[in-house]
């Protein structure tokens, strides 16, 4: 799509601080809806065929790429993070252990002890940045977080896609071919910024907020609830020009707030 | 360095919009005819591409919904000023769609996909199923020499003939039959219920037309299938000779055109089809559109379907 000119920015620092990423703004594109972040675990051309070409393509479009990673089950996580050691062009990983593969019959992702294992064993296995990201399908996703930072996550990054199900009920029939499927887009931001303000209390790390954000008050309600950085994920598909449009809009909501930079909002909910 | 996920038809030329809507009426039953404005879009599109279309502000339904260019509206200087699309009320876009009023917006974005190869034909020959036809009035015209399409206009040879073969479920469903006709095209209809036209399917038609093109052989609805024309030398490629210059291009529910293509193929004419498949973002981001197509080798991989179609060699779909 073409790009709409840039608006004139405020004098606001936009950068962030991911543990060791830096940023040069706050607004990423979650991981399957860019057609890129996508390439990589399961139903894609897989590890090698990434590192060949598609990682050399995205180091020239002049944005960090971080590149999301799922395995099925926590060797293949590890196998992965050994890879991308030493290739230039990956600025961090994020490991998508919030899909539902199964290990030994526990989710990676739903269970802190196996949570911490695969997190450690990817920071043993590679020396980029890694990101965890969560499933919100957990009854505490705090202590998922909280097993996630212990063992060597740099950030945090919530929340992936809910269950959820849709019924023709004439028919009597779900409308998912698997029956359940994931939840997605602005039905889920209220879970999701349940999910980042319980999270950015519960660890030190600094939180990357997903789940329905289309507008510049869905960025401005992450950042103050505790994320430091966003991704938007569905909003791409029905507003292919507004992940862009947000960027030029973040100055003038920051300045709302007076801050100078994005770090003044961050985690700045006054709860009464 | 190039993207590996790129596709010729990226949507690097498309541009995200809100129009207003000028004209929203009724043509057939269930069916009506949008009109907004949009004058850049309407000086690049092409016959055969397509746009992604929302209610403007409104999240339900969330996700945009692919339409066809059915022609471009010209300003009384000739200057392309609005879209036509022509759609079917089949759920929930398409039913709020209806109740749409002149004045109101939509969120529009395109132009999408790669629209038809503007490769000459003697005898074009448009088969459509249901509301398959909406790509075809543009492509007529264009075919015809009558209108010129994208910026800088495309050139494509003038078509000796063209003819559409037009099917539906009845007559009631026949839309946009005066906009043809008056093109001068050569149109025939087919009802399944017999209720206009031929009493059967839109293949049927197909059939009938290769048989009126092709002078040395007999071939009719019934039997053609099965009995292509008979080979006067045993060389399947003398089949080529019978229908010279002859392309058929088509769209409509999946069956037709698989069998559309199949009839094509056995009588060694191309065939491009227009696939339907249902899309999210219509930008080549979501992969929620593939179909399954043959690469030189034979073997199938998943396409996006809107930003490497909608428009496909029918031989390369992995029906
Ligand atoms: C390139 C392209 C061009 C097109 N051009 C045209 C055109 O010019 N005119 C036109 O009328 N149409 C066209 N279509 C088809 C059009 O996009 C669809 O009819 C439209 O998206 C329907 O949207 P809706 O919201 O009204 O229907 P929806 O509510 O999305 O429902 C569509 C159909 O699917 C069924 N359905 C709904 N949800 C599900 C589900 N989860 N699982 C299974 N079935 C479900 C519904 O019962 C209904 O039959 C085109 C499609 C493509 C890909
Ligand atoms: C079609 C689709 C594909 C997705 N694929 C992935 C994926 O491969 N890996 C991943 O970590 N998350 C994936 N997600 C989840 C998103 O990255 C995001 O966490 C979730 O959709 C919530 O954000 P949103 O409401 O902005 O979309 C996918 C989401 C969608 C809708
Ligand atoms: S509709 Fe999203 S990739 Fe084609």
Redesign the pocket.
Known sequence: MTTPPPADSAPVDLSVQLGRLRLPNPILVASGTAGMLNSIGLDNDGIDAFLEHHLPYLATVGAPTIVSIAGRDCDEFIAICAQLEGHAGAAAVELNISCPNVSHGVDLGTDPALCAKVVAGCRAACSLPIIAKLTPNVTNIATIAKAAADAGADAISAINTCLGM?I?WRRRRP??GNVVGGLSGPAIKPIALRAVYQIARAVKIPVIGIGGIATIDDVMEFLVAGATAVQIGTANFYNPQGTMALLDQLPAALAMLGAKSVADVVGTLVVP | MTNPLHADHYADRAVQQRVTVLENVQLARD?YRLRFEAPQLARQIVPGQ?VMIRLAGCND?LLG????L?DTVLSPSGEPIAID?????????????AKVSPGQTLDVWGP??NGFPPTPAEHLIMVAGG?GQ??FPALAQEFLGSRTYGSPPRSVPRAGRVTLCYGARSADYLAGVEDFERLGISVRISTDDGSQGHHGLVTDLLGLELARVSRETDVTPQNWEINPPPLQNGDPAELMTAYPGTRVVCCGPEKMMEQVAKISALLRIPCQV??????ACGIGICFS?VAKVRDESGNWDYKR??VE??VFEAEKIAW
Not at chain 2, 65 to 68: E, V
Request: aromatic share 8%.
């Open positions: 849709a023709d409308l998912l | 069916t397509f339904p919904r692919p339409l066809a059915y699309v022509v759609y079917l009320v089949v759920g929930k876009l398409t039913s709020r769609l999408l996909g509301i909406t790509p227009s696939l339907e498949t249902p899309m559109c379907t809107c179609g909608p």
